[in-house]
């Protein structure tokens, strides 16, 4: 079985400052790992997605994650959030040699842009 | 070209009740997945559709059914609806092979009251 434990439920940043929501996972077998936000009553949109190949991801919005498979992590980051970032961001497992594209969500982190 | 569409934005049901949440997948997508979401969690996995059978499922009772049409959209059917029903209700669809991403809908929130 997979879980994913996303580490701070809430993350207060100021605008303009670098921020990281950080990911861990447990899985016995290969993995496919995820970043999707979900900003207020909507539903999910993939951020960026690890598969294979660099470890460093880079996705929409200038969000970038890196796959540590020594430390089963897969940590967000952004160098200058904005306003507009404001959302719950979820990370997520799915494994391919288990197939049928399950995915297995953390909790979610709430981050949230001051000005 | 139209995404991941539900219907109905919005739902209110009593205890006991049944519910059917619909789902239309994007264009050239032939795999919808459902998932439940309870307010302040992330997403549950309650199962997936492929060639109108239902290929994989969560850790749900059987009070909670599903369906997809020759035309590849899906319904969710729940009966005997408790409380902890309540929820967003999310549909995700993805194309053939497509084991690397899913392409969520804007999400069906149930309330049973």
């Known amino acids: 079985a997979q879980s994913v434990t996303q580490l701070d439920s809430q993350v207060p940043v100021f605008e303009e400052a670098p921020v990281e929501l950080r990911c861990n996972y447990s899985s016995s077998v290969s993995v496919y790992l995820f970043w999707y936000v979900q900003y207020p009553n909507q539903g999910l949109q993939l951020l960026l997605k690890y598969l294979s190949g660099s470890t460093l991801v880079k996705g929409i919005n200038g969000f970038e994650a890196e796959f540590n498979k020594s430390q089963t992590s897969f940590h967000l980051r952004k160098p200058s959030v904005h306003i507009s970032d404001t959302a719950e961001y979820f990370c997520?497992?799915?494994?391919?040699?288990?197939?049928?594209?399950?995915?297995?969500f953390g909790q979610g982190t709430r981050l949230t842009i001051n000005p | 070209d139209a995404g991941v569409t539900q219907s109905p934005t919005h739902l209110i049901k009593t205890r006991g009740q049944q519910v059917t949440l619909r789902c239309s997948p994007k264009?050239?997508?032939?795999?919808v997945s459902w998932y439940q979401q309870a307010l302040g969690q992330g997403p549950q996995f309650i199962f997936q559709y492929y060639e109108e059978e239902e290929r994989q499922r969560g850790n749900f009772p059987d009070r909670f059914s599903g369906h997809q049409f020759p035309n590849y959209s899906s319904e969710l059917n729940v009966n005997a609806l408790l409380l902890g029903d309540s929820a967003l209700y999310l549909c995700?669809?993805?194309?053939?092979?497509?084991?690397?991403?899913?392409?969520f809908g804007p999400g069906t929130r149930l309330t049973v009251l």
């Open positions: 264009s050239g997508h032939d795999t």
């Open positions: 995700a669809s993805s194309p053939p092979e497509g084991y690397n991403e899913q392409f």
């Open positions: 997520a497992v799915s494994s391919p040699a288990q197939g049928a594209q399950k995915l297995v």
